[in-house]
């Protein structure tokens, strides 16, 4: 398949039309979504909605109203998207604007090119977003070092509505005034629709303008469209000097493109198509059909010739013969465990579909609770429910679930209530996303949380074995990490395989060493290392799946390396606090009187962005890399 | 010392004295401060300002406008604070109800008596609270709940203002009012003060009924020391049925005491005196003369006798010789490097005494941001600082600022800019606070962070070179864990002692077992161990001072373990995820081919409340306990 997108040397030549400043803009960034939709449609992923609604403001910006220095990195004035997963609308402005090599448009989501989320990495990126609600903060930030260094600059930050949703947003807000930070000014990219579906649906956000008033900022309201509005409502925020400003940009999501506007069927059962992943090969002719023309309609009103593109295959994406999907797997668990338990309630952060809740919310609406945006109030809320007796399970990507409401967590904790938590998105990949999204550090951050046990499980099976575990067996509450990419493993459990606490279960034999894992994705390459050193080295490795990440059983420890020299651990997560420490550890404590030499495997730096085979590799984690790895411990 | 208290038969025969409502309610809070004051003197410590201005409420509430059940943990209408602090003033208000038992009174702060923040191991506590801005969303999950459960209940939620400064407190608004929860009423115990000072120096709440109104909730407003106007705002809120209910009620820090109400000095270098902490025994009779003396004119008034009390001695408080103090040093030697390094900045979270940030506020105020109650919020703003060259050094208690901003300390770390982060009141010790307060999970939690170095210091001095380290040497950013209390400590370091990446120093030498830890707390008891163990079982042990947290050099740990067959690691912290999985893990990896027996100490329980020494015995960490332990281990 073929896909489009407009050379940098036919966006200079839009730049430079003699035209009228606002035509000149539209133009541009009409072109720009085109170049949005190749990006997206070449990585395979990415976030199209929201790239589209917010278009026209980062043209606009970046065009005719922002003092930049042509150092990309220099100083001058600043704008950056605290929402973040508009990168892809972002990046093509840049590059359009020639502030990025323009070579980078086929690289989104890849190794070495463009992150899922901005990255201070990339040229002229100011800060590092992905999670949301942090980007006031980091403006004032900004804006203070700037007062203490005597420079000027004036920062843009533009925001989500959805985001409003999160505490820090407000949290945020009247520090700004107390400090009279009137450098700031906030653009809200109103598009009315988060990651699910409408906002009024989820958590209405009320009356936006009278709360912002109140909050002290000067706040005023422009269709995010009509380029004429937004300029006179940046040129009212410039005159304000004691105080920080708030633009409230009315916008459509996926603007530009019919059917990605069309939300009049939007509601809890019809969710927004459009908000992140790739569109289908019809879906992306249709859109960038209706780009073209659009723009070619808008070039020919300026009489300014016909539109030159260049075209370029769709890279071949990996093929998943027969996947695990153990999303869907974990949404008929609970299907099946609410119906016979209806003290069971289920607690989303808009990430229903993600999460795969729309089952449970069909069956039992009145027991599945929308918290929207809002991580730390809904971990809270779930201790509330289950003061009351009730078995709240909490839902949302495993990253932000760790981590904002993480003390939240404890003090449930230390109430001693049972809750089941469900991450999903775990681990290392999918790696498109970037080091926002991939959730490698919650095992080192959720291990001391007294009470609570955390389960990894590798398979559908064990999926449903974990979730029956976690609702009728175990006393504890649970964090139960998923995986979310449907992935080919080379495996099964024996047919007659149990869950039992703290112990795991042989995969592969293998006399020469012993490998520790969990999961979908570092199973599948211990095994695949494991034939690989049994192939090309003569080495037998036993790869045990132990699912149970904070804790094991010191006997059946024992008896799983006995007679192993060479002990390993694969991580999905960081080296570091992992379940590959917590086994060391162990060993260290049980007294062996043979010596045996330990190596971890796992993540140790920062995860890379890129695609899922190219992201194990640069970590060295394929089979390949931990077969030829173990073969040079053993051999040493 | 003599103190004075209320017993409960006095409450009792105020409570039916045939009076008005109000003056019966107005007494019986006199009483109840009189209480109060009496359990934080006895108790070494507490929080009285916001007991005395929250006091006549909640004696109303429960006097005059819940639905009580009997049994105070059955089914009846609800109240909490959400602010948790004040929980000595709640205490003495279920003290004369009879919903607690009245010996209680006594042993506030005390193992298995009532513990400085609110715990649900306490008859008639809803929910643990303490970690601010977390009432309106467990009043959420309650109200869900109930209505999941056919149950009908009020739910009163008391906040303080400062509170208000939590992103929290804004993100549980707005579902609130989508779901319709008017069974929730909220009442802002509105003082004016926070921690340290006025609200208004701090960050401003600005325009707050506009702010509340504008999130859809009823909000209305009175004198929250007049409680017929109390009243009328609840018969108001009652009659709400469509949505939730604020009263901002205006109160007075300190209410009862004249010299505790004084304001009138009160800026950024004149701080409020009686937020927490126990007054001088001066200020105690000063207060409580104040005290009875309104009480026998209202007694006195309503033809109702004289007042019945009771003395108890106050309970003689250890005596601390010649302490560390190491905020102290801390406090000296942030000034001494700001001096040096002019592109060094403070944030603080409203913690500014307790942190010894005044002397340098005071020598660079224009260095100095105060971030009010705001932790996420803070760490981003330092991203932001960093990003832009200043070198940020940011403060709050250890509990807090590794876990509410868990997520922004990886954002920052995946920009790659140095940040010094400053935990104080880490460790187990002060356990009069509670387990809201006792940051026993940090090191587990931080330690994954990449780039993040953890350092504990033991001693002033190694305070000093900590932050020299951490200014000027460190490429990575810095965790600085620093116990609070001042403390006896039996060791010194040696005289040419100097910081090593990953290396430790010798405090006591033995041949028969090594201990590994850290901070002047465990020190102490591992010295003291040493002692014992030397005299009562004619045993060695080598005590080793490890700072570092989370990196130990592995050349150096193999020297240090060279020739003993048990090795021991003491935790300030849960065992699990603290230094010493991390050290068992690196044995694990060593190689050593000589057999070796580890045991870790450290807290396994959620960390009790009590008295310093007595918590210490409860978790067995004492310098006897672990002498007696390890005499076992090694003899078995």
């Given amino acids: 398949m073929e896909l489009t997108y407009i050379p940098y040397k036919e966006l200079e030549r839009i730049r430079k039309l003699d035209c009228n400043t606002i035509e000149r803009t539209q133009l541009f960034a009409t072109l720009a979504r085109i170049n949005t939709l190749y990006m997206i449609m070449q990585a395979g992923s990415g976030h199209i909605g929201s790239s589209f609604s917010a278009m026209d403001i980062v043209s606009w910006l970046y065009m005719n109203e922002m003092d930049l220095a042509d150092d990309p990195d220099a100083h001058g004035d600043v704008y950056f998207s605290s929402k973040g997963h508009d990168a892809p609308g972002y990046y093509s402005v840049l590059l359009g604007l020639g502030r990025l090599e323009f070579c980078q448009i086929h690289e989104l989501r890849r190794l070495n090119g463009l992150p899922g989320h901005p990255d201070v990495i990339t040229p002229g990126i100011q800060t590092n977003t992905g999670s949301l609600g942090t980007g006031i903060s980091k403006a004032k930030g900004m804006a203070l070092a700037h007062r203490l260094q005597d420079k000027k600059a004036r920062i843009f930050v533009l925001t989500g509505d959805g985001e409003l949703q999160e505490g820090q947003f407000w949290e945020s807000l009247p520090s700004a005034v107390h400090q009279g930070l009137n450098e700031i000014t906030v653009i809200i990219d109103h598009n009315k629709i988060q990651s699910d579906t409408l906002l009024s649906l989820v958590n209405d956000l009320g009356n936006l303008e009278a709360k912002l008033s109140a909050f002290g900022w000067h706040v005023t309201r422009c269709d995010g469209h009509d380029l004429q509005a937004f300029s006179a409502c940046l040129e009212e925020c410039k005159a304000i000097t004691d105080r920080p400003q708030i633009i409230i940009a009315d916008t459509i999501k996926g603007r530009g493109v019919s059917f990605m506007e069309d939300i009049s069927t939007l509601d809890l059962d019809n969710l927004y198509q459009f908000h992140s992943g790739a569109p289908s090969a019809e879906d992306y002719i249709r859109a960038n059909d209706e780009l073209f023309a ?44 609410a119906e016979k338990r209806p003290e069971l309630a289920v607690l989303d952060g808009d990430l229903m579909l993600d999460c795969g809740l729309i089952p449970f919310r069909e069956k039992f609406p009145e027991r599945f609770i929308e918290c929207g945006i809002a991580e730390q109030d809904m971990v809270s809320i779930a201790g509330g429910l289950a003061l009351r007796g009730v078995l709240p399970v909490v839902h949302s990507f495993a990253c932000f679930l760790s981590t904002r409401p993480n003390e939240h967590f404890y003090i449930n904790a230390t109430e001693k209530t049972k809750i089941i938590y469900v991450g999903s998105l775990a681990g290392l990949l999918p790696s498109g996303p970037g080091h926002s999204h991939q959730s490698v550090r919650d095992i080192a951050i959720l291990s001391a949380v007294p009470g609570l046990t955390l389960i990894e499980p590798c398979s559908e099976a064990e999926v449903a074995m974990a979730f029956d575990y976690s609702v009728n067996v175990s006393q504890n509450s649970i964090y139960l990490r998923l995986v979310s990419i449907p992935y080919d493993i080379p495996f099964q459990l024996p047919a007659d395989y149990q869950l039992e606490y703290g112990k795991g279960v042989v995969l592969t034999e293998g006399d020469d060493a012993v490998m520790f894992s969990y999961g979908p994705v570092m199973l599948t390459q211990a095994v695949k290392a494991a034939e690989l050193l049994k192939d090309e080295h003569g080495l037998g490795l036993r790869v045990i799946n132990l699912p149970w990440l904070n804790h094991v059983d010191a006997d059946w420890l024992r008896s799983s390396v006995e007679g192993f020299k060479y ?15 917590m086994l060391g550890c162990k060993l260290a404590e049980m007294d062996s009187t043979s010596s045996y030499h330990l190596h971890r495997f796992g993540i140790s730096e920062i995860p890379e962005c890129g695609l899922n085979d190219e992201v194990l590799q640069a970590h060295e984690l394929r089979g390949i890399d931990l077969s030829n790895s173990m073969n040079s411990i053993i051999k040493d």
């Fill in 294 to 337: 659009s723009a070619s309609e808008q070039l020919q009103k300026l009489g300014a010739g016909s539109l030159e593109s260049e075209q370029r295959s769709l890279l071949p994406r990996p093929v998943v013969e027969d996947p695990q999907r153990l999303i869907g797997a974990y949404s008929r668990a609970l299907v099946e465990q």
């Fill in 567 to 581: 002990i390993f651990t694969l991580d999905n997560h960081f080296v570091k606090g992992g379940q590959g420490e």
